[in-house]
């Protein structure tokens, strides 16, 4: 067993993107472990750093040397190996000087198919010292950077200059050039508080040097360092901080050394509307809000700093002097946008196109409008509000205050519409259309929400369908996955009974002409139980079971999710394993004798055996058994009657031969296993089911 070192690589450089901090440590961490399981060396742990300056890993207990190993090639058989006379051949010739030895010094090899010419040797293990570098190499090429950069006369590029490289295996430093700087053991502290060198002594005295130089390192500590911190400010100030996460995200990746302080703002402002604020502090100024234990905004925000001050109320006098203008900024954009109604902007939405073949903004509003209020018509909900709901819902996309805060998108034309004396539906429903807007997120609540949020998603998924441009692996630019999986959402949890195909189709009639792929309403109904099947697997419904139920194609998610529900139980029962293998059977014979004229219904009087005869009995009293049951969507209940059916299934199978010389007997027997199958397929294929 070779000896074991660790492992420390720290990449210095000037301030990395901070929203890709964590991306780009990740990407680091997974280099480094791939590189290091291609070159077969083994190692205990492996933990990633990252600060604004620096990506780090330390690797624990890492083989100093790869193992020894015996390098085996195949050469041709023994019988294209030597001609007659028992001379080596061109094809022996030229494999041994491949191996860069003799003919006689390789070996024969016997096997079941034959025997073999093959060459042997012992190759000794690369020490790691010796590996490292490529390693990295590799690494760094293949770190997601959109575009990277190169700096004065400097060899390579990267997504920031480079100023160190801390490369130590052990206590030795394994030399190297790397994007114009050599490795050593020397790095930095924190820009202000310790901009001397840090002589790293080893892996496992990194942290604690960087710390002794002010800089926490490690991002989940200093993530969580920064979240009691404006935890600990927004309880001192009498209320709660609003933490966004991804706010907490991009602030962890702006700082090394975090210290928050409080401001405050005049109260004014707090007649705008708290989204407002908000969103000025956190995507401006990188603040945290705070609001009181009731939710009402207070007038306060905390901000994390990069230093120390040894004057801490001149910071905070800076910061409060800087958040001025921005406050400012959106009180104007509140006071002109209320100078004129929402619907007054329907016009401009014209000039403001939603996709080069699908038209404008406006266009799609129209068009969503008819379809919203046919599908409020449908839930119980009021076709009236739904429309005039559709037409308004993207109008505040073109007030000042969208136009400067995007993500207030819906948010701003709730209260605008409010403040118009909209009815209160329409008003919610101008938020709610953006529901679901992550996973997991709410859904809408109104009814006139619910409508308008499943008319935009649908019109714009037949849309993109329609005209050929679907998502790829890769590309989702009108985010169509989250669209797919909010329909199927808002239809499944709010327990909607909607037919997809019928919402699908009419989607499709309001675009008109400008769809050049007619069939597309299928194409998108494939998409949206492509997502369902992911939905149904979160939900713990295994993949034989879904693709039971598929194979009956439910067009209503709700109906679905129901049928998903009882097969799941029926599965656990003792007779679904024969009912499953004797659905399938019956499913062979059917499929092989479907071109073959057969009787569509049974003739009692063709029954002559027994068994068959006991069969159709059951069938028939399992058929009226079943139908008040499928008429309530009791599909628990309809699969526990046909549970009961599996003597007979198994005892005509056991005993009834169904392709018989007599035709018109097979066709009635044809027929029996036809309308016994039938039964089944009312709740699912159950021939889908594994043991």
Not at 484 to 496: D, M, P, S
Request: proline share 4%; with cysteine; aromatic share 6%.
């Amino acid at each position: 067993m070779s000896d074991v070192r660790d492992l420390l690589i720290e990449l210095g450089t000037e301030e990395l993107p901070p929203k890709a901090l964590d991306k780009l440590r990740m990407a680091f961490e997974a280099g480094i472990k791939s590189g290091l399981a291609e070159a077969e060396l083994g190692f205990k742990s492996i933990r990633t750093y990252a600060t604004p300056r620096r990506l780090a890993v330390v690797v624990e207990d890492l083989d100093t040397c790869q193992q020894d190993r015996l390098i085996e090639r195949r050469g041709p058989a023994t019988t294209a190996a030597f001609d007659e006379a028992g001379q080596a051949t061109k094809a022996l010739q030229g494999f041994a000087r491949s191996c860069g030895v003799e003919v006689d010094a390789l070996e024969t090899m016997e096997t079941d198919k034959g025997a073999w010419l093959v060459f042997k040797q012992q190759q000794a293990g690369v020490e790691t010292r010796n590996l490292i570098g490529d390693i990295l190499q590799k690494t760094l090429q293949a770190l997601p950077i959109p575009k990277r950069m190169r700096w004065g006369s400097l060899p390579g590029e990267f997504v920031r200059p480079v100023h160190w490289l801390v490369l130590l295996f052990g206590d030795e430093v394994i030399p190297m050039a790397l994007l114009g700087v050599s490795s050593g053991r020397d790095s930095r502290g924190h820009r202000f508080h310790h901009p001397e060198a840090i002589k790293i002594q080893s892996a496992q005295s990194y942290l604690d040097q960087l710390k002794k130089g002010f800089v926490l390192a490690d991002i989940a500590e200093r993530k969580k360092a920064i979240r009691q911190q404006v935890t600990a400010l927004g309880e001192a100030l009498g209320g709660q901080a609003v933490i966004n996460e991804d706010l907490l995200n991009e602030v962890t990746g702006l700082v090394e050394w975090p210290v928050a302080l409080s401001g405050k703002y005049d109260r004014r402002f707090l007649e705008l509307p708290a989204e407002a604020l908000i969103s000025s502090m956190e995507e401006h100024q990188k603040y945290f809000a705070v609001r009181d234990n009731a939710g009402v905004l207070l007038p306060y925000f905390i901000t994390i700093c990069n230093i120390e001050s040894q004057d801490p109320t001149q910071v905070v006098a800076g910061n409060e002097r800087v958040i001025l203008p921005r406050l400012s900024d959106a009180a104007f954009f509140w006071d002109t946008d209320r100078k004129q109604p929402l619907a007054n902007r329907l016009e401009q939405l014209k000039t403001i196109v939603f996709q080069n073949k699908l038209g404008s903004v406006y266009d799609k509003s129209t068009r969503v409008a008819k379809l919203a209020a046919m599908i409020a018509g449908q839930i119980g909900g009021d076709e009236q509000n739904a429309e005039r709901a559709a037409l308004l819902a993207k109008c505040d996309l073109v007030t000042e205050m969208v136009g400067e805060f995007p993500d207030l998108q819906g948010i701003m034309g709730r209260y605008y519409a409010r403040l118009d004396g909209e009815e209160h539906d329409v008003c919610e429903a101008l938020d709610e259309q953006y529901l679901p807007r992550f996973a997991g997120d709410k859904l809408a609540q109104t009814k006139t929400g619910q409508a308008l949020s499943l008319a935009e998603k649908l019109d714009t998924l037949v849309g993109l369908f329609g005209i050929g441009q679907p998502p790829t692996g890769v590309k989702d630019p009108f985010a169509l996955r989250r669209a797919a999986l909010g329909v199927l959402r808002i239809v499944i949890e709010n327990e909607l009974d909607l037919d997809l195909k019928l919402l699908l189709e009419q989607a499709l009639m309001g675009l008109g002409d400008i769809v050049t792929k007619p069939d597309c309403v299928q194409d998108v109904m494939t998409y949206l139980f492509e997502r369902l099947r992911g939905y149904a697997s979160e939900q713990g419904y295994q993949s034989d079971v879904f693709e039971a139920v598929l194979a009956t194609t439910p067009t209503k998610p709700v109906d679905f999710m129901l049928r998903l529900a009882a097969v799941a139980g029926f599965r656990q029962l003792e007779q679904a394993e024969s009912l499953a293998a004797a659905n399938k059977r019956i499913g062979n014979i059917l499929r092989k004798n479907a071109s073959r004229e057969g009787a569509d219904t049974i003739n009692d009087a063709l029954l002559t055996d027994a068994t068959e005869q006991a069969l159709a009995k059951k069938v028939a009293s399992v058929k009226l058994a079943i139908m008040p049951l499928l008429a309530n969507a009791d599909y628990a209940g309809v699969l526990k009657q046909l549970a009961e059916m599996r003597e007979a299934v198994d005892a005509f199978f056991d005993q009834v031969m169904v392709m018989v010389d007599d035709l018109a007997v097979r066709q009635n027997r044809l027929a029996l296993l036809n309308e016994t199958r039938a039964l089944f397929l009312e709740v699912a294929d159950i021939s889908y089911l594994q043991a």
